[in-house]
């Protein structure tokens, strides 16, 4: 599946943002999907995810309370809402689909959308 991202800006500690990732190919629906981010000089990592049929959602312990991740089936989207930004979660975020899930790994997941810059000032 074709990922593509968008959303990103700069916004100031303690406000939101909303990151969008279309997708396009394959059966949307049979993929669960994910948010994984990475700042300058550190491994990608593990933001949150979301079940193909919504059900279940998952989330870093760093982001468990600010951000939401959603699914819109019908629309091939997936979104993830960031509220109470710190400047510690200026990264690029990328979207991610897999068909299996196993784990929260980068190399693990499938397929990879381009990354949006997210950047939160103090």
């Known amino acids: 599946v074709q990922l593509q991202a968008s959303g990103g800006g700069l916004v100031q500690a303690g406000g939101s943002l909303r990151l969008s990732c279309l997708a396009s190919g394959r059966i949307f629906s049979n993929y669960h999907l994910a948010w994984f981010r990475q700042a300058p000089g550190k491994e990608r990592e593990f933001v949150a995810a979301?079940?193909?049929?919504?059900?279940?959602?998952y989330y870093a312990d760093s982001v468990k309370g600010r951000f939401t991740i959603s699914r819109e089936n019908a629309k091939n989207m997936v979104y993830l809402q960031m509220n109470s930004l710190k400047p510690e979660d200026t990264a690029v975020y990328y979207c991610a689909a897999d068909p299996r899930m196993s784990s929260w790994y980068a190399p693990t997941w499938h397929d990879w959308g381009q990354g949006t810059q997210v950047t939160v000032s103090s």
């Open positions: 979301i079940r193909w049929s919504g059900s279940s959602t």
